[in-house]
């Protein structure tokens, strides 16, 4: 294969994969719910919520950056790729220790608190070896070679599906469900170290000036993931916190359902992001980059009210469908996503602003726009969660989601001196149709 069908191959493959692994995992969630029941399954999202904020610590954008320097390091990329192996393991090493001592003193609203808090230190496994995955899809991602991450990701999901199954069969409670996670994981990170071994020769030397400049380009992007993955997940550690693991079992079916719809918006700005990039010269292609960013505005517009349309009408349904017999315990999920509908309209709209401004180059402002939000999301949750609970954690992200598209629509609107139209996406669609998907 050439380069443009290697490219659309691992392109192709990547969302098969996901898509895959995404039923799996709502196999997963179905199957918990119903055995575990809201305040058991609030324990278990709890302790992923922490595995996965924790994780943004080991993380610290050195995959992203990774994959970039590896690549520039033609004549040593096994070296460069073992050096960053051994950089993220550290990391995440560290990261573990945070969250096994975060288990000893974190607040808990449950019943068996001691048993959380087992979990939790667990848990920190699940955030070693979700580094170590991630390192692994460096080496199959500088490599071109995304079709072996694809084996271990499917594998995971199957096994977790399979040993969770077996435990939930067993009645062996949380602290056996969480080590399914682990078990999986580790089975299929051992099969991908086999692929993995079969794509470079692992050069362990250590390169102390590789470190040093990965370190410091991954900074201000590990900075900006940081601030994201708490801002995602910190209304569901903070409603634990506060009103308990039954609240977070409810809050948690709809947010779950929420994560699945978002994904339409992150695929297509991460196919936009490539033109918009193209064109981010704004003294050559302003005019160019304006009609890209309208006709953009102009699908996310129609995916948005087609989303909360959708989530308003079927979110009975779709909380059903997940929570099968146990859907009177989670009743109040349905409203929870109605409300979350809103916020997904609203998200859609920030990803094509946030992606916009990093295509432009732009992405340290927009730093402090994440950070802001950050801080509004957790006061906000802080001053409304001990009344309203889970509808008052729904109701934050709709106003952070708000806060964050009007400061990012009037940065963009300095920018490309533009304020795109809310009522062109019908014209859009019909040049979509004519044309034959050829719109940009």
């Known amino acids: 294969m050439n380069l443009s069908q290697k490219v659309a191959f691992n392109t192709v493959v990547q969302i098969a994969t996901k898509a895959i692994t995404v039923i799996f995992g709502l196999l997963v969630t179905v199957l918990l719910i119903n055995y575990l029941g809201p305040e058991g399954f609030g324990n278990y999202m709890y302790v992923i919520a922490l595995a996965v904020i924790f994780g943004a610590f080991a993380d ?12 520039k390091e033609r004549k040593k990329v096994d070296r460069a790729l073992a050096n960053i192996f051994l950089i993220r393991l ?42 170590l995955k991630a390192s692994l899809l460096v080496i199959f991602q500088t490599k071109l070679q995304l079709q072996k991450q694809s084996v271990v990701d499917m594998t995971i999901s199957i096994l977790i599906l399979l040993i969770s199954l077996f435990f939930v069969w067993q009645r062996l409670g949380l602290i056996p469900l969480i080590s399914a996670v682990v078990l999986a994981n ?5 099969i991908g170290f086999f692929l993995a071994s079969r794509t470079i020769k692992f050069d362990w030397r250590f390169d102390r000036q590789f470190i040093r400049r990965l370190l410091v380009e991954s900074f201000p992007m590990g900075a900006i993931l940081l601030i994201f993955t ?26 779950r359902i929420y994560d699945v719809l978002i994904l339409g918006a992150a695929y297509f700005m991460i196919a936009l992001l490539p033109i918009l990039s193209r064109y981010s010269d704004l003294t050559k292609w302003r005019t160019k980059l304006k009609r890209i960013y309208q006709k953009s505005f102009d699908f996310m517009f129609l995916m948005g009210i087609t989303a909360v349309i959708g989530v308003w009408l079927f979110a009975p349904l779709a909380v059903k469908l997940i929570t099968q017999k146990r859907l009177l ?45 950050l801080v509004f999301n957790v006061i906000a949750n802080a001053l409304v969660i001990p009344q309203y609970s889970y509808y008052g954690a729904a109701v934050v992200t709709i106003f952070t989601e708000s806060l964050v598209l009007i400061i990012t629509s009037i940065f963009i609107f300095r920018l490309l001196e533009f ?6 996406f019908p014209k859009t669609v019909i040049e979509f149709i004519k044309n034959r998907g050829k719109v940009f």
Not at 60 to 70: D, K, L, N, S, Y
Not at 186 to 190: E, F, K, Q, V
Not at 244 to 252: E, F, L, N, T
Not at 344 to 362: C, D, P, Q, R, S
């Open 60 to 71: 610290w954008g050195t995959a992203t950056i990774g994959v970039r320097e590896a690549a």
């Open 90 to 131: 550290a990391l995440s090493l560290m990261a573990a220790l945070m969250m096994a001592l975060a288990a000893m003193v974190i607040p808990l609203q449950t019943t068996n608190p001691l048993l959380v808090r087992r979990a939790i230190m667990l848990g920190s496994l699940i955030l070693i070896l979700n580094t």
């Open 186 to 190: 580790l089975a299929g990170i051992t």
């Open 230 to 255: 708490i801002d995602n997940k910190i209304d569901t550690v903070m409603l634990g916190s506060i009103k308990g693991s039954g609240a977070v079992g409810i809050y948690a079916v709809a947010y």
């Open 329 to 373: 315990e989670f009743s109040d999920s349905i409203a929870v996503l109605r409300l979350l509908g809103l916020a997904l309209f609203l998200a859609y709209l920030n990803h094509l602003t946030g992606y916009t401004i990093v295509a432009l180059g732009k992405q340290r402002r927009y730093f402090f726009i994440a950070l802001g939000a």
């Open 419 to 424: 304020i795109p139209s809310p009522f062109r």
